[in-house]
C-alpha cells in the first residue's frame, strides 16, 4: 500500500544534541509538510517543499532546518533541541493540486532530556 | 481571528448513537475546501472526509458526513453509530486559495470524542 513512513517513531535526545527525524513516502507526491505538534494542541506548519523549492514559515526558528535529496524522502534537522521541542512531528505529503488532500504519517514523538 | 473554531474542547457519547462535531471557519475567499481528521492517542493523522465550497451535496464517507452549510459557513461532523475505536482527537482544517495552486491547511484546535459501551 502506498504510504508515508516516518523513522523513528519515538526519540529521545539531549537537550542541545543535534537530532534527525525522516519521512519517506510512497505515493509520489510532489509536495511534503513537516508539522509541529505539542501537547493538546493543533498541528502547526513548520515549513513545506513543493518539488525542491522549499517553503519555511514566517515563524518557525532558524534551529529547524530541512532536506529533501528527492521526491521520496525528506527529512527534519533540530540542530540544538531546547525542552520547548519536545513534540510529535508529523511528516504529511498532497500532490500538487490544490484541492488534494494531505496524508499523514504516524508521527515521530521526540522527547528531550 | 481564528479561521476555524472548533468550540467543542470534548464530547461524551455512547456506542451506537450519532454524534456531531462543530466547526465553523472564517473566509473571504470563494474557493475553499474543508477536511476533517481523526487523530488517535497513537498520534497519526488519519483523513476522514473533504468538502469542497463548490460542491453541491454534502459529502458523505461510510459512517462519516459532512453537514454543510455555506451561508453559515459551518461544516460539522456527522459520525452515525459511533464505535469504541471512535474514541480520538478530531480536527477541523481548511484549505484556501484553491485556484492558485497548492496552498496549506489551517487546523482548529479540535474536539476529543470519547465513545462509552
Known amino acids: 500500500d502506498a504510504m508515508v513512513i516516518q523513522n523513528p517513531r519515538y526519540q529521545v535526545t539531549q537537550f542541545g544534541k543535534p537530532v534527525t527525524l525522516s519521512c519517506s513516502q510512497t505515493?509520489?507526491?510532489?509536495?511534503m509538510y513537516w508539522y509541529q505538534q505539542k501537547s493538546s494542541q493543533a498541528p502547526k506548519l513548520l515549513f513545506h517543499y513543493y518539488d525542491k523549492d522549499f517553503n519555511n514559515e514566517a515563524d518557525t526558528p532558524d534551529n529547524f532546518q530541512s532536506r529533501r535529496p528527492n521526491t521520496s524522502f525528506c527529512f527534519l534537522d533540530i540542530r540544538s533541541p531546547g525542552l520547548g521541542d519536545a513534540a510529535m512531528y508529523l511528516c504529511?505529503?498532497?500532490?500538487?493540486?490544490?484541492?488534494?488532500?494531505?496524508?499523514f504519517g504516524p508521527g515521530t514523538r521526540l522527547t528531550v532530556l | 481571528a481564528q479561521k476555524i473554531t472548533q468550540t467543542q474542547p470534548g464530547m461524551f457519547v455512547q456506542e451506537k448513537e450519532a454524534v456531531t462535531l462543530d466547526c465553523t471557519y472564517d473566509?473571504?475567499?470563494?474557493?475553499?475546501?474543508l477536511f476533517w481528521y481523526k487523530q488517535p492517542s497513537s498520534g497519526e493523522m488519519i483523513f476522514l472526509i473533504y468538502?469542497?465550497?463548490?460542491?453541491?451535496q454534502n459529502a458523505t464517507e461510510g459512517r462519516y458526513s459532512l453537514n454543510f452549510q455555506k451561508a453559515r459557513k459551518s461544516a460539522n461532523l456527522v459520525i452515525s453509530a459511533s464505535q469504541l475505536g471512535d474514541s480520538a482527537m478530531y480536527f477541523c482544517a481548511m484549505r484556501e486559495a484553491m485556484n492558485s495552486g497548492y496552498s496549506t491547511l489551517t487546523f482548529g484546535k479540535g474536539t476529543m470524542l470519547l465513545v462509552s459501551p
Open positions: 504529511a505529503t498532497s500532490r500538487e493540486n490544490a484541492g488534494d488532500t494531505q496524508y
Open positions: 468538502q469542497g465550497s463548490y460542491d453541491q
Open positions: 473566509t473571504s475567499d470563494p474557493s475553499y475546501g
Open positions: 505515493l509520489n507526491h510532489n509536495v
